[in-house]
């Protein structure tokens, strides 16, 4: 039961935090119409370095339902996929959140598993958590919003020829951001913790 109360209790601040960031500009980092840089996935990565898949569905799932809240006047760009097909744009807050946290869980928990060092585990995990987000959220993002008039209207704005230059220069300098900066902080805050658990 101990346990439990534990569990509910990071649960709960980890959410708090999230909430906090997604609502403030703490968890966003916005340059022009497009370049979002999110800082949402260090919670989940917390999270996942406390319980794994479960604390990374969990998460995931809090980062997928903020994301989508931004698609009403606070992201540009989730109001524009908002106004093009509303269910698509849930599919591609939620989806890609709900899969990073589950492999990245599934992933830390296999490493637990095998006894690998924790700081290396953290390492994994908080490039992993960042990677997944960005390939899932990209590739949901062109099956499903790719021949609409805002995508193809970027690319031409962008002067690129074809979806993968497309997609390396709209994503690849935000993907390389995140991963740099939640590599750093993730490891960090997670040896944080593991310090205040011992």
């Known amino acids: 039961?101990?346990?439990?109360?534990?569990?509910?209790?990071?649960?709960?601040?980890?959410?708090?935090?999230?909430?906090?960031?997604?609502?403030?500009?703490?968890?966003?980092?916005?340059?022009?119409?497009g370049i979002e840089i999110t800082l949402m996935s260090i919670p989940v990565i917390v999270g996942i370095a406390l319980s794994g898949m479960k604390g990374g569905l969990v998460l995931g799932a809090v980062?997928?339902?903020?994301?989508?809240?931004?698609?009403?006047g606070m992201?540009?760009?989730?109001?524009?996929?908002?106004?093009?097909?509303?269910?698509?744009?849930?599919?591609?807050?939620?989806?890609?959140?709900?899969?990073m946290g589950l492999i990245a869980g599934g992933v830390s928990d296999l490493m637990n598993k095998k006894k690998c060092k924790k700081t290396f585990t953290y390492a994994v995990v908080s490039v992993l958590t960042p990677l997944l987000n960005t390939v899932f959220f990209v590739t949901l993002l062109m099956l499903l919003f790719g021949q609409s008039e805002f995508i193809l209207g970027?690319?031409?704005?962008?002067?690129?020829?074809?979806?993968?230059?497309?997609?390396?220069?709209?994503?690849?300098?935000n993907a390389g951001l995140e991963i740099a900066l939640c590599l750093v902080a993730g490891t960090a805050i997670c040896k944080a913790v593991e310090k205040v658990k011992r």
């Open 1 to 33: 039961m101990n346990n439990k109360i534990k569990n509910i209790t990071v649960y709960s601040v980890l959410i708090a935090i999230m909430v906090i960031m997604a609502f403030t500009p703490l968890g966003y980092i916005r340059i022009g119409t």
């Open 75 to 99: 992201s540009a760009f989730g109001a524009t996929l908002l106004s093009i097909n509303p269910i698509f744009t849930v599919l591609t807050c939620m989806l890609p959140r709900l899969l």
């Open 154 to 173: 970027l690319q031409t704005q962008m002067g690129t020829t074809g979806i993968w230059a497309f997609v390396i220069a709209m994503f690849g300098v």
């Open 63 to 72: 980062f997928g339902i903020t994301s989508f809240i931004q698609c009403f």
